[in-house]
């Protein structure tokens, strides 16, 4: 496509499809006008590649997650499809700014964190690689909360994202299935009939995602709830307006709101709902594709692979089980059978408080034929295994964890750590009964986005040197090694991130009102907020620092800018008040004449992919100090290693086979293994003995105990000191001494800056393995056993 064209085209939909003229035109309108642009050159490639997979008759892989954390997607279209020279030169003709269209783009967030993020970057490797694949979701009307601090507390508001017109999505009002909730069950035989009391309607949405080259695009389909029967004219007539309007209200509640935590379990009827409610619209969407194509059921499991992304899509395997039973007629075993075969299941944590079980009363009363299904699964696989020491069901409780594994061929970790920990811990059991079915496909990320599109100066650089390849096939970073021992490309790698830093800190300069100095080392720890993620344990080192630098001000210390990201849960109390302090500390330190121009905390509200994609790049350490066996794998640690940021972190998740790419002597290890930590939590009084070790951590506490951070409130922060001194589970005091001196060694590190350059180029150079290409062809693989399809001829641009 040539700048004219793109400009043609531009012009087009801003009239045609917008309705506007260009004289009135405001960069909402732009915007739009440029994705409709966009989407036209994308839905051609969309339509070959799903006439391709019919015609080929491919296996096709459903991915089926509560979340999808897209972001923007109006870059990564303009990216993929190669069409970036043309739409700037476009749109530079048309005086209108490219960089603020891009900014305009609400950020689509349908997902709390990694999870859904992961979801996000598997959708994009998939349309790469060519892999048929659908995903399958929720649209939420509103996605996860707004986050805006209010004197350092956080505020949550609503997202809405979809206030203005969503440009990416297509309404499939054919694509329209009933859902049904409660009511009851009579059997006919070995059947079923289920007569629900509540009925609503699932409606898609699909959205076009486009791989690299413009390859293959595979389809996003989110549902939205919808009333059975809208608008009650008889109860309008008679003057009950409110009424009139309720089954609508009731029915889109169930697609309102993505739950805004990940890690703990929310016992709400409405969660349950949500799960059942896109996970049988998807099964019932896919068996209508199969049943198109092929009349023997039996076939299933060769012509389709649905992965459950994580325990929310789990009643997936009840709800196969009676779509083949009660409505085709299939025999019990043999459905079980053939859902096992086409269900596999990624387990995404071991945290107990996370392991989803629902209530039976609950279960039976909105679910009451799937409920009978989940003891006849768990009776028949106790009678198969001949043990009846796990089971699904217990102490009233239906636990979709063992639910999953038992409806499952595969069942995967999401880095090797977190996999052997499933073998001896939560799984350790049902492993030893099926020593095969548990495999380790280790998580990835796009490097289209979070590399070739977030970080322009390094992608060219990198391209100038070994060429474009590395784009889809990340492990040709490689190729960087040998120029890393050439001076004038380490120059031009620190000047790239140099630039980024610039960048950044003017941004933050405009946004936030601080000053920060480019200079500095960027440390930086951005995701959930979460007591296992440790961010107390950052905060309690950059007190620990601020009081050595006012013993010495005048010592040459390292400048440092602490930045913070992330968003606590609503509802949990201990991660708002680490927001809270946060806040707090970053006011007292940006403030002290002392010590400032060494040591600044930053915390810019609301993150999201948008901003991760912002501070990423100009970053140049990366936290990642969980504690050891609680981060199944971490994402964010992969953005940051390929974006040239050393890692100081601890054996944890993905830190551990990040290490091993990189190099110890890359990447700042402390603290215990996962081993250790469980040996020292058995020691009384073990945060004690580290606070009565450490002066250091000791006076850092105090100032937190006595109120200097909050000097109107002494006793604000008094459950955050409690709980170190008292409990810490997460042993923030133990690790403390060791993250200290890893902290010291960065410093002097830093303090050389081409070694450090050095250092920052092979993490580059060595994190090609950790590209989300690698994990989808694992799970082609080991677990779908699905193949490629022959992809289309690349976007010319
Ligand atoms: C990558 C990413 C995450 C995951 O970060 P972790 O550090 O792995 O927890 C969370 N949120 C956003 C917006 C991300 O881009």
């Not at 089954?247 to 889109?252: M, N, Q, T, V």
């Not at 039996?298 to 039973?325: C, F, S, W, Y």
Request: glycine share 6%; net charge negative; proline share 4%.
């Amino acid at each position: 496509m040539t700048p004219a064209q793109m400009k043609d085209a531009i012009l087009h939909h801003l009239v045609y499809t917008l309705g506007k003229d260009a004289a009135h035109a405001q960069t909402y309108d732009w915007r739009m006008a440029l994705s409709f642009a966009v989407r036209d050159k994308i839905v051609d490639r969309w339509f070959e590649a799903t006439r391709r997979t019919y015609a080929g008759q491919h296996k096709r892989v459903y991915y089926l997650s509560m979340e999808f954390l897209i972001g923007r997607l109006l870059k990564d279209a303009i990216i993929n499809m190669r069409l970036e020279e043309a739409a700037i030169d476009a749109l530079q003709e048309l005086k209108v700014d490219y960089q603020a269209i891009l900014e305009d783009e609400p950020d689509a967030a349908l997902g709390n964190g990694g999870l859904g993020r992961l979801a996000a970057c598997f959708m994009e490797s998939m349309s790469t690689i060519g892999c048929p694949a659908m995903g399958y979701g929720i649209r939420y009307e509103n996605g996860l909360f707004r986050q805006r601090f209010e004197n350092g507390r956080q505020v949550e508001e609503p997202e809405d994202w979809l206030s203005q017109r969503h440009a990416w999505e297509f309404e499939r009002p054919e694509v329209s299935i009933d859902i049904g909730f409660g009511g009851h069950v009579q059997e006919i035989g070995k059947r079923a009939n289920w007569y629900p009391s509540e009925m609503l309607i699932a409606m898609g949405h699909d959205t076009p995602i486009i791989g690299w080259r413009g390859r293959w695009g595979n389809t996003l389909r989110l549902w939205e709830a919808r009333p059975m029967h809208g608008f009650d004219l008889q109860r309008f007539n008679r003057g009950d307006y409110a009424a009139a309007a309720e089954p609508e209200a009731l029915a889109r509640t169930l697609s309102r709101v993505l739950y805004p935590d990940d890690t703990t379990e929310q016992g709400k009827e409405l969660r349950l709902k949500q799960e059942f409610f896109f996970t049988s619209a998807s099964l019932r969407d896919i068996l209508r594709r199969f049943e198109s194509e092929y009349d023997d059921l039996r076939l299933l499991p060769k012509k389709a692979a649905i992965q459950m992304n994580d325990t929310h899509p789990a009643i997936a395997g009840p709800e196969l089980v009676r779509l083949l039973v009660d409505e085709r007629g299939i025999d019990f075993e043999e459905a079980v059978g053939i859902a096992r075969n086409t269900l596999s299941y990624t387990n995404h944590t071991l945290l107990p408080e996370a392991l989803e079980r629902w209530d039976e009363g609950l279960m039976g009363r909105l679910l009451p034929r799937h409920l009978q299904l989940i003891f006849r699964i768990n009776e028949l696989h106790m009678k198969d295994v001949g043990t009846r020491k796990v089971t699904a069901v217990d102490d009233g409780h239906v636990k979709m964890g063992e639910l999953s594994f038992i409806m499952a061929h595969r069942v995967n970790g999401v880095s090797a750590l977190h996999t052997e920990l499933m073998k001896s811990t939560v799984f350790k059991d049902l492993h030893e009964l099926h020593p095969n079915r548990i495999v380790n496909e280790t998580n990835g990320v796009t490097p289209r986005r979070w590399l070739l599109s977030c970080n322009p100066r390094l992608s060219t650089l990198i391209t100038d040197a070994i060429g474009d390849d590395w784009v889809d096939d990340l492990e040709q970073l490689e190729k960087l090694e040998p120029h890393i021992d050439d001076a004038a490309f380490l120059e031009s790698y620190a000047a790239a991130k140099r630039q980024n830093k610039n960048d950044l800190a003017n941004w933050i300069a405009e946004k936030l009102e601080v000053g920060i100095d480019p200079e500095a080392i960027f440390d930086v720890q951005i995701k959930r907020i979460h007591e296992y993620k440790r961010q107390h344990l950052n905060l309690l080192e950059t007190i620990a620092h601020w009081l050595e630098i006012r013993d010495n001000p005048n010592q040459g210390w390292v400048p440092r800018v602490k930045i913070f990201g992330g968003k606590a849960a609503p509802g949990y109390v201990f991660a708002k008040e680490i927001v809270r302090l946060t806040n707090d500390v970053a006011k007292v330190l940006n403030s002290d004449p002392l010590t400032s121009r060494y040591l600044k905390v930053v915390y810019p509200p609301n993150y999201n992919v948008s901003l991760a994609e912002k501070l990423i790049p100009a970053s140049d350490l990366s936290e990642q100090i969980s504690t050891a066996g609680k981060e199944a794998s971490g994402t964010g640690n992969m953005k940051f290693a390929l974006n040239g940021a050393l890692t100081i972190g601890t054996l944890d998740g993905a830190n551990v086979e990040i290490r091993e790419h990189v190099k110890p002597e890359n990447f700042f290890l402390f603290g215990m293994t996962a081993d250790e930590v469980m040996e020292r939590r058995r020691i009384g009084g073990h945060a004690g003995q580290a606070i009565a070790a450490d002066p250091r951590l000791a006076r850092a506490i105090e100032a937190i105990r006595a109120g200097r951070f909050s000097p109107d409130d002494p006793g604000r922060y008094h459950g955050i000191v409690d709980n170190l001194v008292h409990h810490d589970y997460f042993v923030v005091c133990s690790d403390f001494t060791d993250y200290w001196r890893a902290q010291r060694e960065v410093d002097t590190a830093f303090a050389a800056p081409k070694d450090w350059a050095r250092m920052a180029a092979f993490n580059t150079a060595r994190s090609g393995w950790f590209s989300s290409d690698r994990t989808i062809r694992g799970y082609m693989a080991d677990v779908w056993h699905a193949e490629a399809a022959p992809t289309v001829e690349d976007a010319a641009g």
